[in-house]
């Protein structure tokens, strides 16, 4: 079951092809997008809050995208914003000084002048390589090292790998010293800079089921089947289960965008996303320090969302959603099956025995699936995201893919990264998300407590020194409100509006749980992506809502000075006290492969809670059925 919405009956319908075209149309009918310009996105132009707010069904809809067009290879872009609906050009500015996204077309365009070019051929022929076509080339985000290459265009560094056939395993064998540095605006080669060789590592990294014979043969089937269909209905982009309302986008950046998530009428979140992440590697040396790809800013987790296939990816009663994008050359780019939706069971929700009155009361958990998986270069990132029936709601990341790897002498030992496969050199590195989570709990005036455990010493009133309390603090401003994530006194942090109280005259409330790993950066703040990447140094930051601070990391992370997005916002120190806030939530995993990373890595988990807190007057889960016509009491 496939969706390609074409028509927009909300403010927040997603993008249609239609709405594609005619955004690029409008533009190019200014005379002002040269011949070859790239339009780098074209997006849905949310609404602004208020307007959403006071908009009805029925009401007309003035739909509008925002285009960044990419003219030429110099540092401009063209920032456009046109209503499709009336076929105005609405603002038309012009960006200097600033990069876009790694293009498609520009990185494809490099790949291939990589390996025409005889500088480069050259350093193969001293590896011995002479077999060009079965280079792989992998265009990196550059980052900001000082390099003169980087000064005024917009660059690559290019690695390479090297396959025995078209569909192998290039990493592998990484070529090691080697990158190339490509002026992507210009499609032209700058520099080939040779480090040294190091020899080929000897193994295959395949992971394909014929090279891992024999398979195992004790697996029976599992056949997960909803015989009278899932339990959530689908309108548009708008879905329902459960008692929870919530509506569906795409972005290119952000890949999967929920909004207006309610429970039974009640708002608990505006609009919740994946605002930035980067990768930062941990070794000092030429050919791995530079990396820092931002994922999101950089390449785009929503551009390079790939379909999902039914019984592979997802299991079950499967409802997909198509996304709708804009082509670098202004077409619609529809991706089918980006979005994965379903049920699935979560063992319990809650159980009691009672001993004495010898009953016995048990409800299975459900919770409703959102997820895609995107393809960044040799990782993949699933992001999924969970509702479950006692109002909690799930972020959950899961890295999968390849790592990013060199060469190295098999057997010896390297200080800034391990050695998963004989000869492979694996850095340490992070994956360091920031998820943009508008909650407007009961409404959108609300403000944040820091809650966590206070042990009390031992003397008056605590005989036994077995005290401890709930110490609450206020954050009241945006410097106050910079925070990390402490699980020794388990730290959360409390939403809550003082307008609207509970059963026992409590205001309501939701709390933000970190429950996995989280890391802050570890790169110094002084170094490039410490600037570039200033948003993962707290795991907590609180802003008031502003429509145009959307990226952790600012508008344009590519080749970036830093300072920009989240550090820069706050510093202005703005009043946090019942207002419309936004937090900001940074977590992640600090990667130290394994040989059982390699050739492909095991998902790994990392995410949070937003779980209600005095929202409800007592479990919100007490109307739920026993299962199975009763049998399970
Ligand atoms: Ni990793």
Known sequence: MGLVPDTANHPLSMLTAAEVERAAAICRATGKVPEGALFAHLVLAEPDKVVLAGWSPGDPIDRCVRAQIVPGPELALIEALVSVTRGEVLEWRVVEGERPTLLFTESAHAVAAVRANPEFRAALARRGITDVDNVQVDPWPAGTFGYAAEVGRRIARCISFVREYPEDNGYARPIEGLVVHVDLGRNEVIEVIDHGAVALPAQHARYFAADHEPLRSDIKPLHITQPEGPSFTVEGNLVEWQKWSVRVTFDPYEGLVLHQLAYDGRSVAHRLSMSEMVVPYGDPGE???FKNAFDAGEWGLGRMTQSLTLGCDCLGEIFYFDAVLGSER????????AICMHEE??????????????????????????????????YEYGFYRYLSQDRTVQLEEKPTGILSVGAMEPGSTREWGNEVAP?????????????RLDLDVDGAVNRVYEVEAE????????????????????????????????????????????????GMGRPVGYKLIPTMSTPTLLADP???????????????????????????????????????????????????????????????????????????MPVEYTGFL????GFFDRNPALDLPPSTGGVCH
């Open 287 to 289: 050919m791995h320090g």
């Open 330 to 337: 202004g077409r619609a780019w529809t991706i089918t099956n």
């Open 345 to 378: 069971d979560y063992d319990i929700l809650w159980k009691h025995v009672d001993l004495m009155g010898g009953t016995s009361e048990v409800r299975r958990s459900r919770r409703l699936v959102i997820s895609h998986i995107a393809t960044v270069g040799t």
């Open 423 to 435: 000869g492979v050199y694996a850095p340490f590195h992070q994956h360091m998300f920031c998820a």
């Open 455 to 502: 042990v009390v010493p031992p003397g008056d009133g605590n005989p036994w020194a077995n005290a401890f309390r709930a110490r609450t603090t206020l954050l009241e401003s945006e410097t106050a409100a910079r925070r990390v994530v402490n699980a020794a006194t388990s730290r959360s942090w409390r939403v809550v509006n003082e307008g609207v109280h509970n």
């Open 526 to 600: 002084s170094s490039s992506v410490g600037q570039r990447a200033g948003f993962a140094r707290h795991n907590l930051w609180v802003t008031p809502y502003a429509p145009d601070e959307m990226r952790a990391a600012g508008d344009y992370p590519n080749q970036s000075a830093g300072g920009d997005g989240l550090p820069r916002w706050t510093a202005a120190d703005r009043d946090l006290v019942d207002t419309d806030v936004v937090l900001w939530y940074g977590f992640g995993i600090t990667h130290l492969p394994r040989p059982e990373d390699w050739p492909v």
């Open 610 to 613: 937003l779980s209600p807190v």
